[in-house]
T-cell receptor, first 112, second 115 residues
Framework: SQQGEEDPQALSIQEGENATMNCSYK?????LQWYRQNSGRGLVHLIL?????REKHSGRLRVTLDTSKKSSSLLITASRAADTASYFC????????????FGAGTQVVVTP | DVKVTQSSRYLVKRTGEKVFLECVQD?????MFWYRQDPGLGLRLIYF???????EKGDIPEGYSVSREKKERFSLILESASTNQTSMYLC??????????????FGPGTRLTVL
């Protein structure tokens, strides 16, 4: 079953602009993670936010989590062409022992 | 750096063939996972293993089996490949954090085509 759902499905921006994507989920979670996938490759972990955290930063990435709305957002600031990729949120349900549920992803294209 | 390798990047098989997809990780991780990825559906968990010789079904185990004889190696087996198993297969590993899931480290993927 798909727990996280990203919005929008696709996003096209110019270099230097900010990119924001959202993730909604259905059940109570322990934490939420964001991953990036370059075309035809494996996923790379970007950032993890725990259920008792509201905001987290890592370089040009900013993640927020609102457990009351069961939603998260990923903001990429000052985007670069190299940020072109698909971005996935992944959640784990309580007592799931390491299993993650991934959304369908947001495809981001950054044009120079 | 954690390294997760998969035996093939591209694979073409015929309907009815037995297919083995191999995954090896070099970080002594307890947990290993097999996913398939299809457009618009994201990643779906096929099987996972939290220890040698242990396996648990994921969301879509039908038509698949797995083997974990050694800690570093997790194999996905398609007993009789069918065209609806054409997909990208991703392997991942993570350390055992005793209830606090850690990040998963992914291999590059195997794009399997079943004709």
């Amino acid at each position: 079953s798909q727990q996280g759902e990203e919005d929008p499905q696709a996003l096209s921006i110019q270099e230097g602009e900010n990119a924001t994507m959202n993730c909604s989920y259905k059940t109570s979670i322990n934490n939420l993670q964001w991953y990036r996938q370059n075309s035809g490759r494996g996923l790379v972990h970007l950032i993890l936010i725990r259920s008792n955290e509201r905001e987290k930063h890592s370089g040009r990435l900013r993640v927020t989590l609102d457990t009351s709305k069961k939603s998260s957002s990923l903001l990429i600031t000052a985007s670069r062409a190299a940020d072109t990729a698909s971005y996935f949120c992944a959640t784990d349900e309580r007592d799931s022992w390491g299993k993650l549920q991934f959304g369908a992803g947001t495809q981001v294209v950054v044009t120079p | 750096d954690v390294k997760v390798t998969q035996s093939s990047r591209y694979l073409v098989k015929r309907t009815g063939e037995k297919v083995f997809l191999e995954c090896v990780q070099d970080m002594d991780h307890e947990n290993m996972f097999w996913y398939r990825q299809d457009p618009g559906l994201g990643l779906r968990l096929i099987y996972f293993s939290y220890d040698v010789k242990m396996k648990e079904k994921g969301d879509i185990p039908e038509g698949y089996s797995v083997s974990r004889e050694k800690k570093e190696r997790f194999s996905l087996i398609l007993e009789s490949a069918s065209t609806n198993q054409t997909s990208m297969y991703l392997c991942a590993s993570s350390p055992q954090s005793y209830g606090w899931p850690d990040t998963q480290y992914f291999g590059p993927g195997t794009r399997l085509t079943v004709l």
